[in-house]
């Protein structure tokens, strides 16, 4: 397993952005797919983003859910270690705990192939 460290929640009114990100312990040589969840009070955790393939030089394929088709991009910095979630035109039923993880394979779906996640960073969309 990776460590993986999320950063920058916070609270914002709708409309606006954030950028989050992901920064794991180990070089993507090791780990083929980071992908983005977020759990709401009362929810079960859904995912939003991956990238599979996040050691190749053009920086892999990403896929979205239909939460984040639109108005969300993931992107990934090999060089730091690091992933990144722009978040856009935020609605308050975005409002979460977002939680970056790792697989083997970028199947969002699919709770039990992340093996490692951060501690996740609040979001907070107000009205």
């Known amino acids: 397993q990776v460590q993986l460290v999320e950063s920058g929640g916070g609270f914002v009114q709708a409309g606006g952005s954030l950028r989050l990100s992901c920064t794991t312990s180990g070089s993507f040589f090791i780990i083929n797919t980071m992908g983005w969840y977020r759990q709401a009070p009362g929810k079960e955790r859904e995912g939003v983003s991956c990238?599979?393939?996040?050691?190749?030089?053009?920086?892999?394929?990403?896929h979205y859910t239909d939460i984040a088709k639109g108005r969300f991009a993931m992107s990934s910095d090999n060089a730091k270690n690091t992933v990144y979630l722009q978040m856009n035109n935020l609605k308050p039923e975005d409002t979460a705990v977002y939680y970056c993880?790792?697989?083997?394979?970028?199947?969002?779906?699919?709770?039990?192939?992340?093996?490692?996640w951060g501690q996740g960073t609040q979001v907070t969309v107000s009205s």
């Open positions: 990238v599979s393939s996040i050691q190749s030089s053009g920086g892999g394929s990403t």
């Open positions: 993880a790792a697989a083997l394979m970028c199947r969002l779906g699919h709770l039990s192939l992340w093996t490692s």
